[in-house]
Nanobody, 124 residues
Framework: QVQLVESGGGLVQTGGSLRLSCVASGRSFSNGAMAWFRQAPGKEREFVAA??????YYADSVKGRFTISKDNAKNTVNLQLSSLKPEDTAVYYCAASSTVITSTIRNQMSYGYWGLGTQVTVFS
């Protein structure tokens, strides 16, 4: 059984930083993609960042502020959040796929495995 478990969310002031982690168990995603999505209150879930092999992909809204990394030995994906803004407030979800292709890596429908999410709240 595949499980994704996120950690690292919390409450942070505008301009602050957080580091999210997601540990996958039950299956290796070293050759697949792992990603982060987020959902703010009243909004649809949106793509944040993804990593496949050494290639990284970001939403325009977080480019230059967030950094995604992967530790294949630990089957873990991390998301470093910096220069946080109130609009970054959301539940952040980890997602993984063994079969995603580059052209659909930003599409949440490409991912078959999801974590339960971790709350990030940025206050001004």
């Amino acid at each position: 059984q595949v499980q994704l478990v996120e950690s690292g969310g919390g409450l942070v002031q505008t301009g602050g930083s957080l580091r999210l982690s997601c540990v996958a168990s039950g299956r290796s995603f070293s050759n697949g993609a792992m990603a982060w999505f987020r959902q703010a209150p009243g909004k649809e879930r949106e793509f944040v960042a993804a990593i496949r092999w050494s290639n990284t992909y970001y939403a325009d809204s977080v480019k230059g502020r967030f950094t995604i990394s992967k530790d294949n030995a630990k089957n873990t994906v991390n998301l470093q959040l910096s220069s946080l803004k109130p609009e970054d407030t959301a539940v952040y979800y980890c997602a993984a796929s063994s079969t995603v292709i580059t052209s659909t890596i930003r599409n949440q429908m490409s991912y078959g495995y999801w974590g339960l999410g971790t709350q990030v709240t940025v206050f001004s």
